[in-house]
């Protein structure tokens, strides 16, 4: 298994347990290191509504 792909699973687990801001970012930029830009995008939406949900 290639790095990228490593880290997009390990992100995605994190995520699933307890979801972070900086987890969504660092995911979206292991999708877009393999070229998975359109998932990397809907990534970064699902963690600026989460965070923007979550400020305060």
Not at 3 to 8: L, P, S, T
Not at 10 to 23: G, M, N, V
Not at 42 to 50: C, E, N, T, V
């Amino acid at each position: 298994m290639a790095n990228g792909q490593e880290a997009e699973k390990y992100f995605k687990s994190a995520l699933a347990q307890r979801p972070d801001a900086h987890d969504f970012a660092w995911l979206a930029d292991a999708l877009d290191k393999q070229h998975k830009v359109e998932e990397a995008a809907q990534i970064r939406q699902h963690g600026l509504l989460f965070l923007l949900k979550h400020e305060n």
